[in-house]
């Protein structure tokens, strides 16, 4: 069985990236500070965007489409509020 991280705070996200937390409540991370990454679930406790051309890179393609559909849903319910 794989391995979820599980991060329930920003901060926890963001030592995990080697980036420092300057708000406990939002953050723009550098992921070019963090260790090279490996495909894996990942949980959140907090809401994330990821700009999809740099995600691009790290999903696989056969992936993409059903990345793509809950990614476009969750824009349009984050617009809607």
Known sequence: MEEILKFD??????AFNKNITLHPLVSVVDLSKADPRRLRRMSYGFYTIFP????RKII???????????YYSLLKCLLRT
């Not at 705070?9 to 963001?14: L, V």
């Not at 999809?52 to 995600?55: A, E, G, S, T, V």
């Not at 696989?60 to 809950?70: M, T, W």
């Open 9 to 14: 705070t920003i901060t926890q996200y963001n």
């Open 52 to 55: 999809y051309k740099r995600l």
């Open 60 to 70: 696989p393609k056969e992936s993409n489409k059903r990345f793509l559909s809950s």
